[in-house]
Structures are given as structure tokens and as C-alpha cells.
């Protein structure tokens, strides 16, 4: 019989606290983590110093404005109905997946994953194209609720894969019964998974511009648009952005503490044994018809209305473009803004897993901010970063780069931060005591063991990147066209069959990426079958 470490009964937080203070070059990646932080604060600065620039008598006018209490209810309401729809169907449909005996498990999976391939505004163009009363509020909840899904079921689903089902089993031992399992066991064990989830469902609705442009619905992104577009008004859209990240701050204390007083995956002291699966028996076909419900609301209607489109074709007075110059363009931003993001990502995640402090924690959530800025916010502030302190970069690839990256960091945050928390305590810390430096445990221990996370950051920063609109309009070089901005150029001008190309394109350049964050349930549940 072996004995258990000494180390073993800590909780993980000690376990980090004990292994970076072995580690010598916590000033250096501490540092690394304050640069990057701070280089994607700069858009909340820029932001602050033009609305500084309105004055108080400009802010107290703008503000007491009736529209602005429309947008702040629109805002507000539109994100609370999506997020808590959002959650409902990405947990229920994770928890058919991973807790119950429902067939096709692996093909679900894939089938609930595939809607990220579909961007927001094609997925409103779609809507909007077959079904001209799909508008206004509830066409919006309707179609975000479509697109955003997935990053609730998706951290879910991965949450209940890797826990154990102890707790669950013993709860079904003393006499309760599935549903009341579920509802006082697994939920409470996934409340942090759903939190997060939830957080990137709210903070994406804040910035969102294209789909609420397609379906007419007035949010606070889309008159911080028009002020800058139509107005010119920097200062007024500048106050209108900071009530965004006010917002936005909220958004993330309310999921620190959610997450803080949320259950933790229980873990036994070896690996997690397989779920014990709840027999559906009657209920596997409704369980089954609803998943197809979701998924053919979500997924079939964007693909019948591009295959309509393709066939039906369309007329425009719109020069034409080649859509394979755009698909190259946009191929090559995506992938050196994804790698870019996920490199700047290392150092955060792993201070502030190592760390695990409040200054860490705070810094870490600080970078979560720029989720929740309209795209023309963060293309303005490149921009004038670029004309006062690098003049040779005006107008240049690095500034729609730079754009992308400090839109889609937290993407890559949020993935690097979940394949740490895989990563058993005390590893770390056992490779510093056999010898190796801290470079030699980085390269040879930590990042191996983040390798799939490095892989999922990688595949959502370019997945999102490929289909920006908003940033890109702004910041990309002068003749240079994404398959976004030639979609864009279409559907403005209503011609719906010139669009369906290059919407086509961008769906199907998004498979790739969707595929590989699937990858590894894929495996599990083939180990699953094969059993």
C-alpha cells in the first residue's frame, strides 16, 4: 500500500502559493502579465480621455437623455433573456449528453457544437433574408440565443465530463430520484462552469453591432455606431461606451462570486470514475427530438438559407470581387491574430493560476473588460494610438492585428485558464525540486500539459477573428477586403444572393476551428462506445 504525499491534503490554492514561491522568475512573468494587461487597457483609457472630454454639463444632457434609458433597458433585458436561455439549453443539452444513456452521444456533441461556425450577423442575415418579421426584441433573442449557446454547453459539458460522479451516485443511493439529483447535486457541481459560460454570453451581447444592425434592434453598440459613424461625435460615444464596461464590471463581479460560492467537480484521488447514466427509457425520444429542435433552429436555418440563396442567386449594381483574395485575407489575420492572442494569454493565465491572489485574480478579470467594448471602440483607439505614437504603423496589417487581439484575448484567456485547472497541484513544484529550472518545467512540463488548451485558444481567437465586421471596416488597410466587409458591402445594398458566397465561405472556414474545440469529447466518448 502506498502512502499519500504529505502535500496531498492541501487545497490547490496552498499548493500554487508553495510552488511560485519556488519559482524565481515570478517577477518576470508577473511583469509580463502587467504589460499585457496594460497594452489591452489602452481602449478603456482612450476611452475614458474622450469622455472626459465631454465635460460635465455634455454628460449630464447626454445621459438624462430618454434614449439612453431605452437603450440601457434594451441592453440590459436583451442580455438577461439570451443568457438565461443560453444557459437552460446549454447545460440541459450537456447534461443529456454527458449524464444520460441518450444514442449518439458523439454526434451530438458535434451537432450542438457546429452553430459557433455560424457568425451572428450571417445567422441574422438568414433569419432576416426568409423571414422578414424576425426584428426587434424578440428576433434578437431569438437569434443570439441561436448563436451563443454553445459557450455554455461547451464548458459545461467539459466540467461534467472530468468530474467524478461520486456525489451523484450517493445522492441516488439515499433515494432521490434523477431530477432531484440534478437539480441538488449536478447543477450546484457545475455552477462555476455555467457562470463562465454565462459571462462570455453577456459580455459578447454588449459588443455585438452586426446581427442588432440586421434585425433593428437599438442597443447601446449600435448608437455607440451611429454617434461615431453619422455624428462624429467621439466625446457623446465615448460616455455611451462607458456605461458598456460599467456593465461590464458588473457582469464580472457577479460571476466571481457566483463562481466563488459555486460546487467544485468532486475528484477522487485517482482518475474520475465513468458516469453512471441516467436511463431515459420513455424519455430517450423526446429528449431526442428536442436536441434535433435545437440544433435544426440553430444550424438549419443559416444553412437552408445560404443553400437558397446560392441556388436562387441575386442581381446587384456592386462591382465584383474575388472571393478567394478575401478568403486569403482573411485566413491570414485570423491566424496571426489567434496566435498573437494566445501567446500574450500564457503569462495572464499562468500568473494567475500560480498566484491565485486577488491582485492576480484581478488582473486577470481586468482583461476581461475588452469582451465587452464595441468593436468601433477598440478600432478608434488603435487607430489613434497608431497616428501619435507609431505614425509607420497607420494604415498598416499590424493595426487589424492589434484590433483582433484586444477584442479576442479573453477567448484565449478562457481557454488557457480551463487546461490549467486540469493540471493536478503540486506538478509544478515536483519538476523544481528534481532540478529543472524554470524555463526547463515552462517547456517541458506546463506547456505539454496545456497543449490542448493552446490548441482550443488558437482555434476560438481565429473562429471569431474570421468573421469580425465592426473593427474591420475601420482598421483595415486600404484596399483590403475580408470576406466580412465584401458580405457587409452586399447586404447593405440588399443583394442577398451576391452575399450568400462569401457567407458561405466564412461558415465553412469556421468548421475546422469548431471540429477541433470538439476534438477531445470526441475521444472520450469513442473510449466511451468502445467500452
Same mark, same amino acid.
Given at each position: 500500500?502506498?502512502?499519500?504525499?504529505?502535500?496531498?491534503?492541501?487545497?490547490? !490554492?496552498?499548493?500554487?502559493?508553495?510552488?511560485?514561491?519556488?519559482?524565481?522568475?515570478?517577477?518576470?512573468?508577473?511583469?509580463?502579465?502587467?504589460?499585457?494587461?496594460?497594452?489591452?487597457?489602452?481602449?478603456?483609457?482612450?476611452?475614458?480621455?474622450?469622455?472626459?472630454?465631454?465635460? /460635465?454639463? &455634455?454628460? &449630464?444632457?447626454?445621459?438624462?437623455?430618454?434614449?439612453?434609458?431605452? =437603450?440601457?433597458?434594451?441592453?440590459?433585458?436583451?442580455?438577461?433573456?439570451?443568457?438565461?436561455?443560453?444557459?437552460?439549453?446549454?447545460?440541459?443539452?450537456?447534461?443529456?449528453?454527458?449524464?444520460?444513456?441518450?444514442?449518439?452521444?458523439?454526434?451530438?456533441?458535434?451537432? =450542438?457544437?457546429?452553430?459557433?461556425?455560424?457568425?451572428?450577423?450571417?445567422?441574422?442575415?438568414?433569419?432576416?433574408?426568409?423571414?422578414?418579421?424576425?426584428?426587434?426584441?424578440?428576433?434578437?433573442?431569438?437569434?443570439?440565443?441561436?448563436?451563443?449557446? !454553445?459557450?455554455?454547453? =461547451?464548458?459545461?459539458?467539459?466540467?461534467?465530463?472530468?468530474?467524478?460522479?461520486?456525489?451523484?451516485?450517493?445522492?441516488?443511493?439515499?433515494?432521490?430520484?434523477?431530477?432531484?439529483?440534478?437539480?441538488?447535486?449536478? %447543477? #450546484?457541481?457545475?455552477?462555476?462552469?455555467?457562470?463562465?459560460?454565462?459571462?462570455?454570453? @453577456?459580455?459578447?451581447? =454588449?459588443?455585438?453591432?452586426?446581427?442588432?444592425?440586421?434585425?433593428?434592434?437599438?442597443?447601446?453598440?449600435?448608437?455607440?455606431?451611429?454617434?461615431?459613424?453619422?455624428?462624429?461625435?467621439?466625446?457623446?460615444?465615448?460616455?455611451?461606451?462607458?456605461?458598456?464596461?460599467?456593465?461590464?464590471?458588473?457582469?464580472?463581479?457577479?460571476?466571481? +462570486?457566483?463562481?466563488?460560492?459555486?460546487?467544485? $467537480?468532486?475528484? /477522487?484521488? +485517482?482518475?474520475?470514475?465513468?458516469?453512471?447514466?441516467?436511463?431515459?427509457?420513455?424519455?430517450?425520444? #423526446?429528449?431526442?427530438?428536442?436536441?434535433?429542435?435545437?440544433?435544426?433552429?440553430?444550424?438549419?436555418? $443559416?444553412?437552408?438559407?445560404?443553400?437558397?440563396?446560392?441556388?436562387?442567386?441575386?442581381?446587384? +449594381?456592386? $462591382?465584383?470581387?474575388?472571393?478567394?483574395?478575401?478568403?486569403?485575407?482573411?485566413?491570414?489575420?485570423?491566424?496571426?491574430?489567434?496566435?498573437?492572442?494566445?501567446?500574450?494569454?500564457?503569462?495572464?493565465?499562468?500568473?494567475? *493560476?500560480?498566484?491565485?491572489?486577488?491582485?492576480?485574480?484581478?488582473?486577470?478579470?481586468?482583461?476581461? %473588460?475588452?469582451?465587452?467594448?464595441?468593436?468601433?471602440?477598440?478600432?478608434?483607439?488603435?487607430?489613434?494610438?497608431?497616428?501619435?505614437?507609431?505614425? $509607420?504603423?497607420?494604415?498598416? !496589417?499590424?493595426?487589424?492585428?492589434?484590433?483582433?487581439?484586444?477584442?479576442?484575448?479573453?477567448?484565449?484567456?478562457?481557454?488557457?485558464?480551463?487546461?490549467?485547472?486540469?493540471? !493536478?497541484?503540486?506538478?509544478?513544484?515536483?519538476?523544481?525540486?528534481?532540478?529543472?529550472?524554470?524555463?526547463?518545467?515552462?517547456?517541458?512540463? +506546463?506547456?505539454?500539459?496545456?497543449?490542448?488548451?493552446?490548441?482550443?485558444?488558437?482555434?476560438?481567437?481565429?473562429?471569431?477573428?474570421?468573421?469580425?465586421? /465592426?473593427?474591420? %471596416?475601420?482598421?483595415?488597410?486600404?484596399?483590403?477586403?475580408?470576406?466580412?466587409?465584401?458580405? *457587409?458591402?452586399?447586404?447593405?445594398?440588399?443583394?442577398?444572393?451576391?452575399?450568400?458566397?462569401?457567407?458561405?465561405?466564412?461558415?465553412?472556414? @469556421?468548421?475546422? #476551428?469548431?471540429?477541433?474545440? /470538439?476534438?477531445?469529447?470526441?475521444?472520450?466518448?469513442?473510449?466511451?462506445?468502445?467500452?
Amino acid at each position: 500500500m502506498t502512502t499519500a504525499p504529505v502535500e496531498a491534503g492541501r487545497p490547490a !490554492p496552498v499548493l500554487r502559493r508553495r510552488a511560485a514561491g519556488l519559482l524565481p522568475h515570478r517577477p518576470v512573468l508577473a511583469l509580463l502579465a502587467c504589460a499585457v494587461v496594460a497594452a489591452l487597457a489602452v481602449p478603456l483609457v482612450f476611452t475614458l480621455v474622450q469622455a472626459g472630454q465631454a465635460g /460635465t454639463g &455634455q454628460a &449630464q444632457r447626454l445621459l438624462e437623455r430618454p434614449l439612453i434609458a431605452t =437603450l440601457l433597458w434594451n441592453t440590459v433585458t436583451l442580455a438577461a433573456a439570451v443568457t438565461t436561455a443560453c444557459c437552460v439549453l446549454g447545460f440541459g443539452a450537456a447534461y443529456l449528453v454527458e449524464r444520460t444513456d441518450l444514442p449518439g452521444r458523439r454526434w451530438w456533441t458535434v451537432a =450542438l457544437t457546429m452553430p459557433l461556425a455560424v457568425p451572428e450577423f450571417v445567422r441574422g442575415y438568414s433569419w432576416v433574408s426568409l423571414f422578414r418579421q424576425v426584428h426587434g426584441y424578440w428576433g434578437a433573442v431569438l437569434v443570439m440565443t441561436c448563436s451563443l449557446y !454553445p459557450l455554455v454547453f =461547451l464548458p459545461v459539458a467539459a466540467s461534467l465530463r472530468s468530474s467524478d460522479t461520486a456525489c451523484e451516485e450517493v445522492s441516488r443511493s439515499l433515494g432521490r430520484g434523477p431530477l432531484a439529483t440534478l437539480w441538488r447535486v449536478t %447543477l #450546484p457541481l457545475s455552477r462555476a462552469a455555467v457562470a463562465g459560460g454565462a459571462l462570455l454570453v @453577456s459580455l459578447y451581447l =454588449l459588443g455585438e453591432y452586426g446581427a442588432f444592425a440586421m434585425l433593428r434592434f437599438t442597443t447601446f453598440s449600435t448608437a455607440i455606431f451611429t454617434e461615431y459613424q453619422l455624428g462624429f461625435d467621439a466625446a457623446s460615444a465615448a460616455l455611451l461606451t462607458l456605461v458598456l464596461v460599467l456593465l461590464a464590471l458588473l457582469l464580472v463581479a457577479l460571476e466571481g +462570486t457566483l463562481g466563488r460560492h459555486g460546487g467544485r $467537480p468532486a475528484r /477522487t484521488g +485517482t482518475a474520475p470514475r465513468s458516469a453512471s447514466r441516467v436511463r431515459l427509457r420513455r424519455w430517450t425520444a #423526446p429528449a431526442a427530438a428536442a436536441l434535433a429542435v435545437l440544433v435544426g433552429t440553430a444550424l438549419g436555418v $443559416p444553412l437552408y438559407a445560404l443553400g437558397y440563396w446560392l441556388v436562387v442567386g441575386g442581381s446587384t +449594381t456592386l $462591382p465584383p470581387a474575388s472571393i478567394v483574395d478575401a478568403a486569403l485575407t482573411t485566413l491570414g489575420y485570423a491566424f496571426a491574430a489567434a496566435l498573437v492572442a494566445t501567446a500574450a494569454a500564457i503569462p495572464v493565465a499562468l500568473y494567475s *493560476w500560480r498566484r491565485g491572489t486577488r491582485w492576480a485574480r484581478s488582473l486577470e478579470r481586468l482583461s476581461y %473588460l475588452t469582451r465587452a467594448l464595441p468593436g468601433i471602440a477598440v478600432a478608434l483607439s488603435v487607430v489613434y494610438v497608431a497616428i501619435r505614437y507609431a505614425q $509607420p504603423l497607420y494604415q498598416q !496589417p499590424p493595426m487589424l492585428v492589434a484590433g483582433y487581439v484586444v477584442l479576442f484575448f479573453p477567448l484565449a484567456l478562457t481557454a488557457l485558464r480551463a487546461a490549467l485547472a486540469q493540471i !493536478p497541484p503540486g506538478t509544478e513544484e515536483v519538476a523544481r525540486s528534481l532540478g529543472a529550472g524554470p524555463a526547463t518545467v515552462l517547456a517541458r512540463v +506546463t506547456l505539454p500539459l496545456i497543449l490542448p488548451g493552446l490548441g482550443a485558444a488558437v482555434a476560438m481567437v481565429g473562429l471569431t477573428a474570421s468573421t469580425e465586421l /465592426t473593427a474591420t %471596416l475601420l482598421l483595415r488597410p486600404t484596399g483590403t477586403e475580408t470576406l466580412a466587409t465584401q458580405f *457587409w458591402t452586399y447586404t447593405s445594398g440588399l443583394a442577398y444572393g451576391a452575399a450568400a458566397p462569401y457567407a458561405a465561405l466564412m461558415a465553412a472556414l @469556421s468548421v475546422p #476551428p469548431v471540429l477541433l474545440l /470538439t476534438r477531445r469529447t470526441l475521444g472520450t466518448h469513442h473510449r466511451a462506445e468502445k467500452r
